[in-house]
């Protein structure tokens, strides 16, 4: 791939438009800024991810 980063491409995501330049970085400092996860969140968001999967699975 010749792609610059941060350079829109096409196949970004399919069936979204591409990110414009900049996009990841403004991620990444968003990211930055959030305090970390608690326990208790991490947790959460394990139990939804299983179940998300599971319900593929059983699809």
Same mark, same amino acid.
């Given at each position: 791939?010749?792609?610059?980063?941060?350079?829109?491409?096409a196949g970004d995501t399919?069936?979204?438009? @591409?990110? =414009?330049?900049?996009?990841?970085? #403004?991620?990444?400092?968003? &990211?930055?800024? @959030?305090? =970390?996860?608690?326990?208790?969140? #991490?947790?959460?968001?394990? &139990?939804?991810?299983?179940?998300?999967r599971q319900?593929?699975?059983?699809?």
């Open positions: 791939m010749t792609a610059l980063v941060g350079a829109p491409t399919p069936g979204r438009p @591409a990110r =414009p330049a900049g996009y990841w970085e #403004r991620i990444d400092r968003l &990211v930055d800024q @959030a305090p =970390p996860l608690t326990d208790d969140q #991490r947790a959460r968001l394990r &139990v939804i991810f299983q179940q998300t319900a593929q699975e059983a699809a």
